[in-house]
């Protein structure tokens, strides 16, 4: 049986085909993409690279980002990490690069929309700093994802390994985000894997990416808004809580000592009819064909409520599934002081606007997932 999510009535909750306010299916325009392959990769044509080389680069990049830059990093290695506006709002999400340059030398990756805003910062924090910093020219490296979820032949680093020596990559690192996320590696522009499974697009690796509740970029991310915690970048190994002082910090490691992050970023899942069970990961259905809420939707329950409180805010999604900034309390099991009642269930409800015709409006169910790397908790995770 194939999956249908229709949008609902906001006053009767059935279908919207049943009612009298609308009777066609609202559709995407674009297909959705395919799940990803058990073991593939994909060049992520949304991301960029910056060049930071000089004497001074890991200095430099030690005060401004939330990951620890070792004065003396391991050649071709990477870490994940963040820069931070002085209120400790996350400006960009990043993987860091040593490119093992002997006068010091970095690749920075970035949401690709964001690589002109991320080199202004650099320079404005520049000064006397011995550094240079190019944006890198389209196709001159690519940023590639590989992955693998089941491995019965061979332990995972060692078929790591095998990749790095058939594919020549000289620049990558594990990525730490989550379990199962797989590698990074940066190639050549021309430059295609031949041992690293099939080729997926980079529609396929955000569903990937999704499922497993990880954020990326500022569309998911919010510029000067979203908090490196609710982001889950104190699980995801993008804070380093006993490195020395860095843009940001001060908001930061106070609400880590705090002990209480009351929103986080969780994959989720939309659906029609009965209420779903929560399980780990979200369940995605390429052939699933609705439009999705704009950004920062509200998320309320569906039982009418004299005083109705937001349980949360969409971010971004693809086909039946995305990322929404949930209230613990309210939309998990066992969060907090609150708990979650099995009968309670989530609504989003937003006008679509189309052309020659009034607008609509339009509600889907919602279902919170935790991931099995999250703690069922909502603290900010100990420093070990």
């Known amino acids: 049986m194939v999956f249908s999510l229709q949008p609902l009535c906001t006053r009767c909750s059935r279908s919207l085909v049943k009612s009298c306010l ?3 299916p609202l559709t995407t325009t674009t297909a959705n993409p395919l799940p990803p392959p058990a073991s593939g990769h994909a060049l992520l044509t949304n991301r960029h ?3 930071l080389t000089g004497h001074d680069a890991s200095h430099f990049l030690q005060g401004l980002t939330t990951a620890n830059i070792s004065l003396s990093p391991i050649p071709g290695t990477g870490i994940y990490s963040a820069f931070l506006n002085a209120s400790g709002r996350v400006l960009h999400d990043v993987f860091v690069y040593s490119t093992g340059e002997e006068d010091g030398g970095f690749l920075i990756e970035v949401d690709k929309d964001e690589v002109d805003r991320l080199a202004t910062h650099l320079r404005r924090y520049k000064l006397r700093a011995k550094i240079k910093i190019r944006v890198l020219d389209e196709g001159e490296l690519g940023v590639w ?3 693998r979820d089941v491995i019965q032949d061979m332990p995972r680093s060692a078929w790591a390994d ?3 020596r058939a594919e020549n990559a000289k620049i990558g690192c594990i990525d730490p985000r989550a379990p199962g996320m797989g590698w990074r590696a940066i190639l050549e522009g021309d430059s295609r894997l031949q041992e690293a499974g099939d080729e997926s697009s980079v529609g396929s690796y955000t569903v990937r990416r999704m499922m497993n509740g990880i954020s990326e970029g500022q569309k998911e991310m919010i510029r000067e808004i979203s908090l490196p915690l609710e982001c889950n970048m104190d699980y995801t190994s993008g804070v380093d809580f006993r490195k020395g002082c860095y843009v940001g910090q001060e908001l930061t490691i106070r609400t880590h000592h705090t002990g209480v992050v009351r929103k986080r970023i969780l994959p989720v899942q939309l659906y029609d009819g009965e209420p779903r069970v929560p399980k780990a990961l979200p369940v995605y259905d390429p052939k699933f064909s609705s439009s999705l809420p704009p950004q920062g939707t509200e998320i ?3 039982k009418k409520d004299p005083k109705p ?6 971010l971004a999604g693809i086909g039946n599934i995305g990322l929404a900034l949930c209230r613990l309390e309210t939309m998990t099991d066992g969060w907090l002081s609150g708990q979650r009642r099995a009968e309670e269930e989530f609504k989003m409800e937003w006008t679509e606007l189309a052309e020659g015709e009034e607008g609509r409006k339009i509600a889907v169910k919602i279902l919170a ?5 999250l703690p069922v908790s909502g603290t900010a995770k100990p420093q070990s």
């Open 309 to 314: 409180r937001s349980a949360g805010k969409w």
């Open 369 to 373: 997932h935790v991931p099995t790397w």
């Open 22 to 24: 609308f009777r066609r």
């Open 49 to 51: 690279l910056i060049s």
């Open 162 to 164: 095998k990749i790095w």
């Open 300 to 302: 309320f329950k569906t």
């Open 145 to 147: 994802s590989i992955w």
